[in-house]
């Protein structure tokens, strides 16, 4: 079965802080895919990165960047300089196509509070 | 409006009533999901559909009925409202094959009092 852990409920930074949020995942299938959504206060989700299991290249996407690593089964996320706009939740998510369903299950999410 | 909307935003219901959410998406989507989300348990699946008229029970289906007779439209019905079904419901499409990211609805906020 898959499993997402999100071990941090929730995390406060002052502004301009770097913050990094950790995402562990266990899945039997070798191919599969990650992701990480962001519920800002007004509630809808937003996607923000998608990875392969098979691409290990870490991504950076202005102060975003994400380290994949399969060996220890985790998907973190960093948040570099951050602003007041990051406060959020921020779900890891895993979809494999076990059964076709490519159904997401996600992390519980944690909570990001960025204080002026 | 291209995209994926879902209707009403808000409902307050009294246990026991049916009340159904609707989910309509324009990309054509051949997959869509329903997910509830709550305090301590991120989201949920309940149901998903992988085509008109093929649907197939998520983590948490019981209390809940889906059917899918058009590809654009996934609604989710409570036959039965229970106080244990107050959530925020969230309905969401992806194209498997293509982008296997799955984009979200707004949600539907849903109390049964």
């Known amino acids: 079965a898959q499993k997402v852990t999100q071990a941090q409920t929730e995390i406060s930074v002052v502004e301009k802080e770097d913050v990094t949020l950790d995402c562990v995942y266990e899945?039997?299938?070798?191919?599969?895919?990650l992701f990480w959504y962001k519920q800002p206060p007004s509630g809808e989700l937003v996607f923000l990165i998608r990875?392969?299991?098979?691409?290990?290249q870490n991504e950076i996407s202005g102060r975003y960047s994400w380290n994949f690593q399969k060996s220890t089964s985790s998907f973190n996320f960093t948040i570099t300089a951050s602003q007041v706009v990051d406060s959020a939740v921020y779900f890891c998510a895993l979809s494999d196509s076990g059964a076709g369903s490519y159904q997401l299950t996600f992390g519980k999410g944690t909570k990001l509070s960025v204080i002026p | 409006d291209a995209g994926i909307t879902q209707s009403p935003r808000y409902k307050i219901t009294e246990t026991g009533r049916q009340v159904t959410l609707m989910c309509h998406q324009t990309w054509s989507h051949s997959y869509m999901f329903w997910y509830r989300q709550d305090l301590g348990h991120g989201l949920r699946l309940i149901y998903y559909s992988a085509a008109a008229d093929i649907t197939d029970k998520g983590e948490v289906p019981d209390g809940y009925v889906v059917s899918r007779s058009k590809t654009e439209n996934f609604p989710l019905t409570l036959e039965s409202a229970t106080r244990s079904q107050t959530s925020v419901y969230f309905c969401?499409?992806?194209?498997?094959?293509?982008?296997?990211?799955?984009?979200f609805g707004p949600g539907t906020r849903l109390t049964v009092t």
């Open positions: 969401a499409s992806n194209e498997p094959g293509g982008r296997y990211e799955q984009y």
């Open positions: 899945t039997r299938d070798t191919t599969y895919y």
């Open positions: 990875r392969n299991s098979f691409d290990e």
